[in-house]
């Protein structure tokens, strides 16, 4: 399973930012896909995630700003980050839950994108 995290950079407050995440898997099928940022000093945190089924959750800090969605045909999930704040800033990683028997899911990781919100 390789993941591969692009789009972040350094954007005023206000603004949009769109991440990208290509996920590659040659074994197994995906469970969800998601989001997750760490910023300087803090632990990980959940940002968003969507199951397989489309059903999509997101962390009470971004609800209605943030919006995860993917395009199958390309492998490929996206979360659009709309109304950015400061506290938006962190690295984002973009993870993938795996089943691949016998596991029924193992997490992935990408190496991470830096999001930087200047106010």
């Known amino acids: 399973v390789q993941l591969q995290a692009f789009g972040g950079g350094l954007v005023q407050a206000g603004r949009s930012l769109r991440l990208s995440c290509a996920v590659s898997?040659?074994?197994?099928?995906?469970?969800?896909t998601g989001w997750y940022r760490q910023a300087s000093g803090k632990q990980r945190e959940l940002v968003a995630t969507?199951?397989?089924?489309?059903?999509?959750n997101y962390a009470d800090s971004v609800k209605g700003r943030f919006t995860i969605s993917r395009d199958n045909a390309k492998n490929t999930v996206y979360l659009q980050m709309n109304s950015l704040k400061p506290e938006d800033t962190a690295v984002y990683y973009c993870?993938?839950?795996?089943?691949?028997?016998?596991?029924?899911?193992?997490?992935?990781w990408g190496q991470g994108t830096l999001v930087t919100v200047s106010s």
């Open positions: 993870n993938a839950n795996v089943r691949s028997w016998p596991m029924i899911g193992k997490d992935y």
């Open positions: 898997v040659t074994r197994g099928s995906v469970n969800a």
């Open positions: 969507i199951t397989s089924g489309g059903r999509t």
